[in-house]
């Protein structure tokens, strides 16, 4: 059963850093594409960022050079770290594997504010 635990997310002022992990259970996750979307409160849900199983990255063009994803294999766990954050970065971050299908995270909350 694929499952995911996402955490990292919460309240940070404009210019500040967070870091999210998503970790995942099972040996699925190094054969899978995985990706972080994100939902902004009364928007749809977006694509941020993709990570292939050979460690290629591709971005939306609204947070590439702020924003990185990466992977850990060993640890079944993916990252985006996040610096110079701005308001409109405020929405429910999800993580999604793609293997055989789509398989998506609980979602975590990120809000950026004064």
């Known amino acids: 059963q694929v499952q995911f635990v996402e955490s990292g997310g919460g309240l940070v002022q404009p210019g500040g850093s967070l870091r999210l992990s998503c970790a995942a259970s099972?040996?699925?996750?190094?054969?899978?594409?995985m990706g972080w979307y994100r939902q902004p409160p009364d928007k749809q849900r977006e694509w941020v960022a993709t990570?292939?199983?050979?460690?290629?990255?591709s971005y939306s063009d609204s947070v590439k050079g702020r924003f990185t994803i990466s992977r850990d294999n060993a640890k079944n766990t993916m990252y985006l770290q996040m610096n110079s954050l701005k308001p409109e970065d405020t929405a429910v971050y999800y993580c999604k594997a793609n293997y055989f299908g789509e398989y998506w995270g609980q979602g975590t909350q990120v809000t950026v504010s004064s």
């Open positions: 099972g040996s699925f996750f190094r054969r899978s594409v």
């Open positions: 990570i292939t199983t050979g460690g290629s990255r």
